[in-house]
């Protein structure tokens, strides 16, 4: 069992920048793959980036070169670096975590979650 806990969401302007962390419990934390995904009202949950046990990153292409995926395995922590947010931006945001090989992409294919961090973006 693998427990999720996300910080370091809040209010913003536009253009500004956010890190949001993901604190994971657990042994095994290196070998999983770790995603953000964002849900804003009225919408369907969507990928952000991902970062598989080999340090691969994925992004979306909507946050690429705005966002960076990391991780500390030392600290069982992944980060999102979040730069020139913008008003779209706005949404709760998930940490999750999957132990076996699966689209990064598709929620579905994830155990775990966190409860979610909401980001709110200005105009």
């Known amino acids: 069992q693998v427990q999720l806990v996300e910080s370091g969401g809040g209010l913003v302007q536009a253009g500004d920048s956010l890190r949001l962390s993901c604190a994971a419990s657990?042994?095994?934390?290196?070998?999983?793959?770790m995603g953000w995904f964002r849900q804003a009202p009225g919408k369907e949950r969507e990928f952000v980036a991902a970062i598989r046990y080999s340090n691969r990153l994925y992004y979306s292409g909507s946050v690429k070169g705005r966002f960076s995926i990391s991780r500390d395995n030392a600290k069982n922590t992944v980060y999102l670096q979040m730069n020139s947010l913008k008003p779209e931006d706005t949404a709760v945001y998930y940490c999750a975590a999957v132990s076996r090989l699966a689209d990064y992409s598709d929620y579905t294919s994830y155990d775990y979650w966190g409860q979610g961090t909401q980001v709110t973006v200005s105009s």
């Open positions: 657990g042994r095994t934390f290196s070998s999983y793959t």
